[in-house]
Each structure stands twice: as C-alpha cells, then as structure tokens.
C-alpha cells in the first residue's frame, strides 16, 4: 500500500501538519489522481475540529472534498477514463450502487455512503482521506469529468459549492422568467449567483452588508436588498419563486418566507449548529414551502460541471500553498476570503 504526502490534524486544537498517509494500490475499478487544487470548504473546518456530533471526527483527519486533478492510474475494467485525464471528486467516494436512492442517480442519500474523508474506508478498514494531499484513489463511479476550458484551481469548489447550489436550483425548476434570491454572498452564495443567472432568472442577493453591493452585481446579481433594510424587505413581498439561504448561522427565516410568491420555496443549504425556529403560518399563507438539499448524486454533479464549462462558470477563489492551511482557516472563521480559498498541491511537492 503506498504512502501519500497530506497534511493532517491530530485534535481539534491541533493546527495543520505535515504527514504521510496510506492510499491503496488501485483495483480493476479504481482511478488513481494526481491532485492538482483542493477547495477549502466551511465544512472542512467544521471537521477537522469535531464540531459535529453527528459526525465525530476521527484523527488523523485530512479533509478535502473539491479535488481537481490528473488521472496517472486506471485499473483494469476502468472504460470511462484514461491516464492523462482531468478529473474531479466530490464529497462522495463509494456507495453500495444497489438501494434505492443510489439506482436513482442520488448516491448522496445511500445508507452506506462513504463521504471522501473521515468516514469508514471498506478497503482499508480505517477512514477515507481527503483532498489535503498530493494523490487520492478512486472507484471510476465517483469520478467525474472536469471541462478542459475551466481554470483548476477555480473549478476545484465546483466539486461541493457549486453542486450544493446547483441541485436545488434544478429542482426548483429556475429558468428565465423565474426571480431567484441568494441569502448571503460566501462561497455557497457567490456560486448560488452565477448558477442562478445563467439558468435565466432574475436575481437578487439578500445581505446584511451595503458593501457587498458592488461585489454581488459584479457576480451577476441584477439587485441587491439589504436585509436589515425593513423598507426594502417590505418592497420584495411576495415575488419571488424561489430563495436559496446559504446562510450558517442561526437566523430569522420568516422576513424570506414573506418575500415569496404563492407557492414559492426557501430552500436551506446552510447548516447552522441550532435548529431555525418557524412558524407555520409564514407556510400555510401562501401554500409557500420549506427545504432543504444536500448536495447531489454524481449524474447531476456531472450535469453542473457540464453546464459551468457551456457558460464559463468556476469559483472566485483565493489560490494557496498547503503551508498556509492554517492561516487560511483563521480567515475563513473571519469571513476573509473572496469567496474561497484553493490550495495548490505543487506547493505539497517541495517539501
């Protein structure tokens, strides 16, 4: 079994640091992965401090789950892709291919889904790692195609921000004509954005910020409302078809809720650590609904990709060695980054 360069923790107050872990040697079905960018996502923060109950975090942890980089290895019965390939891997890695939800394209939803990082590994008995590192091994299934126009290191966050926002957008069936809301401008909402405006709608950005304005109508925002803004919230009431909240923090749901149409959804893909109070009323008025989405199955990852290299779509990000992870998820707790950070795996090579 061969060694891997990553960068690990070993606590929850351990900072970043320099180790090996082990990757399995590819079987008949397997892609072996040069990683090129890894995104940085909120997520990966939330992890590598066990800040999840439901998710206790196993050490060493390497996360990373928006890998971008180059086929060097395929098995045997691999027929989808080649050495020299550019390819990409999510938040999922393997699932069992025979439930339910996996035989409808929705991998994310199998009961034995096995996220790219901290979750059991069938192969080697200990836990999956993430995209921290300089390679990874994966099951061809998982493994997606990455459109030869797109920068890397921007399409790296398309592997998690921009299907998170992606999904619920589809489901939600947003075209033109259709008026869409993004609650925050991060790194899901930034993504929500674009997505939303190339689909066709008419877009507005929901912040607490006046100073995103300028930022938001650049990314493609035809509007922007400030939401502490009674007035200006009051002027939205009842039209729009759909909001988006990527929004992590605890918030009040109901200002969104009043500004949908008759039969409007909120869907929430933001993930704070304390249930939304909501009242039942802000639904029943208006036949209006709330949900939520968790990312997407690996057809319809595949679909996003597609459509970002058809419109030229990919993350603004911050590009960075490995040897400032640390510094890079001090800021991130600050909100200082524009909209995500990328880490380039070169920098992995020199040490």
Not at 75 to 102: E, H, K, M, Y
Request: hydrophobic share 35%; net charge neutral.
């Amino acid at each position: 079994m061969p060694n891997a360069k990553a960068y690990a923790v070993a606590s929850p107050t351990s900072p970043f640091t320099r180790t090996t872990i082990p990757r399995r040697d590819p079987t008949p079905t397997d892609v072996q992965i040069e990683i090129l960018f890894c995104g940085i996502c909120h997520s990966d923060l939330h992890q590598a401090r066990n800040e999840w109950s439901a998710m206790p975090t196993v050490y060493p942890c390497v996360p990373g789950h928006e890998i971008v980089g180059r086929v060097t290895k395929v098995g045997a019965a691999v027929t989808r892709f080649r050495a020299g390939d550019v390819v990409g891997v999510g938040c999922l890695v393997d699932s069992d291919g025979t439930c339910p939800s996996c035989r409808e394209q929705h991998e994310q939803f199998c009961p034995s889904a096995v996220y790219t990082y901290n979750s059991p590994d069938r192969h080697t008995g200990k836990v999956t790692y993430g995209g921290y590192s300089d390679s990874v091994v994966v099951d061809e299934r998982f493994v997606l195609r990455v459109p030869a126009n797109l920068d890397l290191a921007g399409a790296a966050p398309l592997l998690c921000a921009g299907i998170t926002t992606w999904s619920p957008l589809r489901r939600q069936g947003v075209t033109k004509g259709k008026k869409v809301g993004i609650v925050g401008l991060g790194g899901l909402g930034h993504m929500g954005v674009k997505l939303a405006r190339a689909l066709g709608a008419h877009v507005a950005v929901f912040t607490t910020s006046p100073g995103k304005t300028e930022d938001a109508l650049r990314l493609g925002a035809h509007e922007v409302v400030v939401s502490r803004d009674a007035d200006a919230m009051a002027k939205q009431a009842g039209t729009f078809d759909m909001i988006l909240d990527t929004v992590s923090a605890v918030h009040d749901l109901h200002p969104y809720l009043h500004a949908l149409k008759r039969e409007g959804n909120l869907t929430v893909v933001g993930a704070p650590d304390q249930p939304h109070a909501v009242s039942a009323f802000g639904l029943i008025f208006g036949n209006k609904s709330l949900s939520g989405s968790l990312i997407g199955g690996i057809r319809q990852t595949q679909e996003m990709l597609d459509f970002c290299g058809e419109h030229g779509i990919t993350s603004d990000v911050e590009v960075i060695p490995i040897q400032k992870v640390n510094e890079a998820y001090e800021r991130l707790l600050r909100s200082d980054v524009k909209y995500r950070f990328s880490i380039d795996m070169a920098s992995l090579k020199d040490e």
